[in-house]
């Protein structure tokens, strides 16, 4: 069934199909999204951006300024520049799904192979588990403050794990629905979020102090600098967590939507997190100090203002948490094919789930969350690095075709390189990373042999990106890529070679070989 609605496919003006209610379970997963069901535009990329991030996993992030021993001002600063930053690598990740009809890290495929694309694969399940466990963390303690609070009910292990629990599960389901929920979610989240913050004003107008300044010797690192670059970066994970989802969102908008458009989407949509950022810059002033952030909060505000914490706490666990989920268990079910994206979307809900249970209740929050940025940032920014400077030289060309090579059971084909594996990419990717946490100070998880080198401060963002960038540019001008990559207009700015092109041919040892076959004959049946 079609709609009177129109868009663009590859050339001209394509119908569309009509948008899928928000209770059919999506169906597609990691293949290329066919142009009658590009049905989103550069503003629902924007909408998701902001409402994946308009929670309060955003809000939790934003204390840790503060908790770091930064003034308010301080931490105000040290807020806008990690987002602006962030911002700045995150912007032409949302360019590759809109040309390849697919996630970021299939996408990715193009410069690591069609094999070695498992990195994205990797650093999406990492940045998943990290922020569906602050979402779901964030609201079960405002659900579980609200309840102490209003009801007078003990706060105990047990009672967290029943509230962890029932959370988990609600966004596992609305997950499972797909991607039109996950809009209405967010969509709900941005408004609620938005309206509480803005209420804020009212609720903490007699206890809120703009001097707050505790003084050096709060600083976490022991000086401003330090600290400061260790509170930017803390907040600079925000966007960066968005680059290897963002794919997930923007393979459903028309391939002839403007550069200019999608990049604006993503800089709109980051920027306006800075609310929810500065919400908990200001609202962590109020309860410095205290162990458990939300719980105290909740104790702090007026009796009004309690109730509609609890209750937009709860909608922004599951907008952050469906957005983190989502593109998991969609890019886990290519890497393992036996599984659908349902199946693999509840096993990594399960074991995010389990990994909640158990930083939370038995480790020391602050220290695991840290750890778990630092290590988003020196991994994924590299890696966003060389898929930018890979999408340069190739001019933004892509064969959507040929990404699912792997996918489908196949092999051969222009980004088969070798044996599946792009060195060039693979090879600066992990030099990067590897340079990257040799420099990290993220402790008492993460502290390298090397960050004593920057006088306290944290070196590893600006070594794994130079790290990064020099490496895959040394890598294409030392080892050519084969002319076939970068399509009709040839390369940009690097050389390429005249090395023979593979076919593509079916791997019938594949396990996505066997799948795809017997996926062919039912719909033959």
Do not use: C
């Amino acid at each position: 069934m079609t709609s009177s609605n129109t868009g663009a496919g590859d050339s001209g003006t394509a119908v569309l199909n009509a948008r899928p209610k928000i209770t059919e379970v999506e169906t597609h997963g990691i293949d290329t999204i066919p142009h009658p069901d590009r049905t989103s535009t550069w503003v629902d990329l924007l909408r998701i951006q902001f409402g994946g991030a308009n929670t309060f996993a955003t809000v939790l992030l934003g204390t840790f300024p503060i908790v770091l021993g930064l003034s308010f001002w301080q931490a105000v600063l040290a807020t806008v520049a990690g987002v602006l930053v962030g911002t700045v690598f995150l912007m032409p990740m949302g360019l590759f799904g809109p040309r390849t009809g697919t996630n970021n890290a299939v996408s990715s495929g193009a410069f690591f192979g069609v094999r070695g694309r498992v990195v994205g694969s990797f650093l999406s399940l990492l940045t998943a588990i990290a922020f569906y466990s602050i979402s779901v963390w964030v609201s079960g303690d405002a659900l579980v403050g609200a309840l102490n609070r209003l009801a007078g009910i003990e706060d105990s292990v047990g009672l967290r794990t029943l509230v962890y629990g029932v959370i988990g599960v609600i966004v596992i389901v609305v997950v499972v629905f797909g991607f039109q929920f996950m809009l209405l979610v967010n969509k709900t989240a941005v408004i609620a979020n938005t309206a509480l913050i803005l209420l804020a004003f009212v609720a903490f107008s007699g206890t809120f102090d703009a001097g707050y300044n505790p003084g050096p010797d709060a600083l976490a690192l022991g000086g401003f600098w330090p600290t400061f670059v260790a509170s930017a970066l803390i907040v600079m994970a925000n966007p960066i967590s968005f680059g290897a989802f963002l794919g997930d969102w923007s393979r459903y908008i028309p391939k002839s939507t403007p550069t200019s458009k999608l990049l604006l989407a993503t800089f709109l949509g980051q920027a306006l997190t800075l609310i929810p950022f500065l919400f908990g810059v200001a609202t962590a002033t109020i309860v410095a100090g205290q162990a458990d952030y939300v719980f105290a909060l909740i104790q702090a505000s007026p009796i009004w203002y309690a109730v509609l914490l609890m209750v937009v706490a709860f909608i922004g666990g599951l907008s952050t948490g469906t957005t983190s989920l989502y593109g998991t268990g969609l890019d886990f079910s290519s890497v393992v094919p036996r599984f659908s994206r349902v199946q693999a979307t509840i096993g990594i809900g399960v074991i995010a789930f389990l990994f909640i249970l158990t930083g939370r209740l038995f480790f020391d929050l602050l220290g695991a969350v840290n750890a778990f940025i630092g290590a988003i940032i020196v991994t994924t920014t590299p890696w966003m690095v060389i898929m930018a400077i890979g999408f340069i030289v190739r001019r933004g060309h892509f064969d959507a075709r040929n990404l699912q090579v792997f996918n489908k059971g196949e092999t051969g084909g222009i980004y088969w390189f070798n044996s599946g594996v792009n060195w060039r990419g693979m090879v600066a990717w992990i030099g990067a990373a590897v340079i990257g946490l040799l420099f990290a100070n993220y402790p008492p998880v993460i502290v390298g042999p090397f960050s004593a080198l920057g006088g306290g401060m944290d070196l590893s963002l600006v070594t794994a990106v130079v790290a990064g960038a020099v490496l895959y540019l040394g890598a294409l001008w030392i080892f050519p890529e084969p002319r076939y990559v970068f399509g009709e207009e040839g390369p940009r700015l690097v050389p390429s070679s005249n090395a023979p092109l593979q076919d593509v041919v079916t791997d019938h040892a594949s396990s996505a070989a066997r799948v795809h076959a017997r996926a062919a004959a039912r719909r033959a049946s």
